[in-house]
């Protein structure tokens, strides 16, 4: 054996491991406005940071120990001060923008809890559901992506598509599917308030939170959300734009939930996909955001999908298998667009 090779994944390890200590880290810097209590302040003792935060002392010392051990801070020993360089801060106590990272932070407790659940899966088969995952999951799964929806959303993707935009403008029907918590529906109707929206999906939580959310942002008489799947749904009208948002690779039955959506549009309608970024083939996936995808995959989207006697295809579910399964539901058009994203993909697709 090459005692090198073992050595430097030994490392690998270790440095593995401290990723998933620093997520957990900074999980609580996020959650308990850590980030924001030093943003843009320069060097802090760590009694300033108590005070910024007023959170624990003892708490507060040791994770400003851990997480510059992480290199999440810049540490001074001679000043025994600790800094959150304005590049960092950028990323970290951004909430709302499309560059805030944070919403990672809240999703790698939640995919790391249900492990058991999953190795138990790995031996009896079936999976976990969505629903066993709790309301801590639909936040993070909402935190993660809400930045991107709300900067994004209206200003660049859907121009893409100004068929559409003008379609909407001119009072046209919109139907998020696997809304959750109904963000996607939110900005939508915040951008186009001629547009008639509504939000499906079957989780009565994530419902239950959009519907919150919708009347506390003053949407509540705007936009409709609905507790039901594609299947039970009965539309008063067709609709002229159906979203489905990170969740085609979640479907228990994706070629039967395409070809309901497929019936819900207008002869003119267009399906927007917003899938995952990751390759047809493994090798293409071999990065860290593969890793992070696969882990997605086993602890949330695959498990869900194999809960409900689904497929699992699985947080990579790639370009192809998209297409093939647009196509296996009857769509006759399909289009990857050419949409610029570091994470996700993007696909229109006409009856
Ligand atoms: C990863 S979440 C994405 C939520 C939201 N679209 C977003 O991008 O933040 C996937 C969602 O798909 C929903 N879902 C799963 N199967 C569904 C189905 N057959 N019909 C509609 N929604 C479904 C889940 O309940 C969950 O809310």
Redesign the pocket.
């Known amino acids: 054996m090459d005692k090198d090779k073992i050595k430097s994944f030994a490392e690998k390890v270790y440095g593995d491991m401290a990723g998933a200590m620093a997520m957990g880290m900074a999980y609580i810097g996020v959650e308990k406005g850590l980030f924001r209590a030093m943003a843009g302040k320069g060097a802090m003792t760590s009694a300033d940071v108590v005070a910024a935060s007023a959170l624990q002392p003892r708490y507060v010392e040791e994770w400003l120990a851990g997480m510059t051990a992480a290199g999440y801070l810049e540490y001074d020993p001679d000043a025994t001060t600790f800094q959150l360089p304005d590049e960092y801060s950028y990323l970290l106590a951004s909430e709302g923008t499309d560059h805030f990272m944070g919403g990672l932070f809240h999703f790698a407790p939640v995919a790391l809890s249900i492990a058991p659940k999953v190795a138990d899966a790995f031996e009896n088969g079936g999976g976990v559901k ?1 629903e066993e995952c709790g309301p801590e999951c639909v936040k993070a ?2 935190l993660m ?1 809400s930045g991107q929806y709300e900067q994004r959303l209206p200003s660049y993707w859907l121009a893409q598509m100004p068929d559409v935009v003008e379609r909407l403008e001119a009072g046209g029907r919109v139907l998020d ?4 918590v109904g ?2 529906a939110t900005t939508i109707a915040k951008a186009i308030p001629d547009a008639i929206v509504i939000g ?4 009565r939580e ?1 419902i239950r939170q959009a519907r919150e959310a919708a009347s506390a942002a003053g949407l509540g008489e705007r936009v409709t959300f609905v507790a039901n ?2 299947r039970d749904y009965e539309a008063e009208e067709p609709f002229d734009l159906i979203t489905a ?3 085609v690779h ?4 994706p070629v039967a ?1 395409l070809e309901e959506v497929r019936s819900l549009l207008s002869p003119e309608g267009t399906l927007f996909i917003v899938e995952p970024r990751a390759g047809d083939r493994l090798e293409e996936n071999i990065h860290p955001l593969g890793a992070v995808y696969y882990g997605f995959s086993l602890f949330h989207c695959m498990t869900q999908s194999l809960a409900n006697g689904g497929p699992g295809l699985g947080t990579c579910m790639g370009p192809a298998k998209t297409e093939a399964l647009v196509r296996q539901a009857g769509f006759s058009r399909f289009e990857r667009l050419g949409i610029r994203s570091q994470t996700h993909l993007f696909y229109a697709a006409k009856t």
């Open positions: 969505f799964l909402d992506n599917v696997g809304c959750g963000r996607v499906l999906d079957p989780d994530s799947t594609t948002f990170d969740c979640d479907f228990a039955e939930t």
